[in-house]
């Protein structure tokens, strides 16, 4: 799969928006484009909509929305008639390549619709990470059949885009809780305010709560600082539907919070066990990263929030797809450089983790990592693995767990088991192989991953041709192994 540019948003343009000017470039373009006379003004707006129409849905309500934003600027006492209106927001917007960049870093997980298959066959969705321009990184999708054997059949991804629409969201008092914790935000005023919240609390409770703060809690010179910790750490959850007859490949997860405005990351999707969808990602704001959760029953409404606790402070946490042993486990690498294991606590913290492999092989001494969610097998949990050599150059490599006590490396692969070669060394990022998730079906290990930072492939490896070539734990120490 490669980067299709044709795939694009509608985003918010403001001209001069970073111009430290007394008149904005704004305000004076709403001036110019209601100096227009009716005729001219109708002919620019038709002429726009046939030349951008058929490229968006319902390309005038984005129009007419991006209006309402700037509406700030629009003189008090101006009567601006409907195609005006549009027009303004015509000018207001631009198309957005969300994969002009690059495109990589896919997790694979069976698809929620498996109806119509015949035996042998599986639907997948694919997650995908696209970049753009700016390096702004969005978590998009395709959907494909597997099967029989070692076949895939990817299907068509044109279509107009949707980010789809942010629905209110209900918070969990005890998420919230998890979160000033993790900030040392915990004070008389934060837990004035957790104690007069339920459990499960919408955005008007909460300002109800915060409007029934004793006074001398107010008057404190940290309270506001608290208030609008909290404020933040609230609009860090939401939630964003899609209808639910759009096809999976037009649907965009798009950045909609502060802490996630430089992008979404590497999202590792995995199906549980009770047959919903969650995903952990890489939220950057441009200096910061957080990990942070997607839950889905059906790919078609997500709902997403951070996720707390020393292990996740770092980039790569990766869930197991059930609890094993009453508990609720990922993979992460908290030290940047190891695989380590981390439970979820009663707090809703994940705690510091066991580490469970180290840089050992020449081609990973930088740093190893996971590269998605274990898949489960009858021989223990296969983790799959990328490793950091000399010259930055990326390799696939692959660890078996205990199935009843993950913390336990029964086996690792001597050597690597994918590596760049040929064109696939060539890209944004050159010698990067990377895989945020595989799957397991009908005996065949399905590998999707990025290739340079550009591209997508496809690797498939017979599951007992793969464990038979792991090699005890432990059988070496640090190696200088050529892959």
């Not at 430290?20 to 373009?29: D, G, K, Y």
């Not at 198309?95 to 035996?119: I, R, T």
Request: aromatic share 6%.
């Amino acid at each position: 799969m490669a980067p299709d540019p044709r795939r694009v948003i509608v985003k918010l343009f403001v001209p001069g928006e970073d111009g430290a000017v007394t008149r904005t470039r704004a305000a004076a373009l709403i001036e110019r484009v209601m100096l227009l006379d009716e005729d001219a003004t109708a002919a620019l707006l038709d002429a726009t909509l046939a030349r951008f129409g058929d490229r968006h849905d319902d390309l005038e309500a984005t129009f007419a929305h991006h209006c309402d934003l700037v509406g700030h600027r629009i003189p008090r006492d101006a009567e601006l008639s409907p195609a005006t209106r549009l027009l303004v927001g015509a000018y207001f917007s631009h198309e957005y390549a969300v994969e002009g960049a690059a495109l990589c870093n896919p997790s694979m997980v069976p698809h929620p619709d498996q109806g119509g298959l015949d035996p042998g066959h599986l639907r997948v969705a694919i997650s995908l990470r696209q970049i753009g321009e700016g390096h702004l990184s969005s978590i998009g999708f395709v959907t494909g059949v597997l099967g029989p054997g070692p076949t895939l059949v990817l299907d068509d991804r044109r279509g107009p885009l949707s980010v789809g629409s942010r629905q209110p969201t209900r918070h969990r008092r005890d998420l919230l809780a998890a979160g000033l914790s993790d900030h040392a935000w915990d004070d008389e005023a934060s837990a004035t305010m957790l104690e007069s919240l339920p459990e499960i609390f919408t955005d008007d409770e909460f300002e109800q709560a915060i409007a029934r703060l004793p006074a001398d809690l107010l008057t404190r010179t940290t309270t506001q600082r608290t208030l609008d910790e909290l404020r933040r750490a609230t609009r860090a959850d939401y939630a964003v539907t899609f209808p639910a007859d759009l096809p999976l490949h037009r649907r965009v997860l798009w950045p909609a919070t502060a802490a996630e405005s430089n992008g979404m990351e590497d999202a590792r999707f995995v199906k549980t066990s009770d047959g919903s969808y969650l995903a952990t990602y890489t939220a950057y704001d441009g200096r910061h990263i957080r990990s942070q959760l997607i839950a889905s029953d059906d790919l078609c409404s997500f709902e997403i929030t951070p996720m707390r606790g020393p292990a996740s402070a770092n980039k790569g946490l990766a869930l197991f797809p059930r609890p094993v042993g009453g508990r609720t486990l990922a993979l992460c690498r908290s030290d940047g450089e190891t695989i380590g294991l981390t439970a979820l606590d009663d707090q809703h913290m994940w705690q510091t983790s066991v580490p469970l492999h180290s840089p050992l092989h020449g081609w990973e001494l930088i740093q190893v990592g996971n590269c998605g969610s274990p898949i489960e097998t009858e021989h223990g949990w296969l983790v799959l693995t990328h490793g950091v050599g000399p010259m930055r150059d990326y390799a696939l490599g692959a660890l078996l767990l205990d199935l009843d006590e993950p913390e336990k490396v029964i086996a690792e692969l001597p050597s690597p088991l994918l590596t760049a070669q040929g064109s696939e060394r060539e890209g944004y990022v050159p010698n990067v192989l990377y895989s945020c998730g595989g799957l397991l079906h009908e005996g065949v290990v399905w590998i999707p991953y990025g290739a340079s930072d550009n591209r997508i492939g496809f690797a498939t490896v017979p599951l007992e041709s793969l464990v038979k070539a792991l090699r005890p734990s432990g059988y070496g120490s640090v190696r200088g192994d050529s892959p």
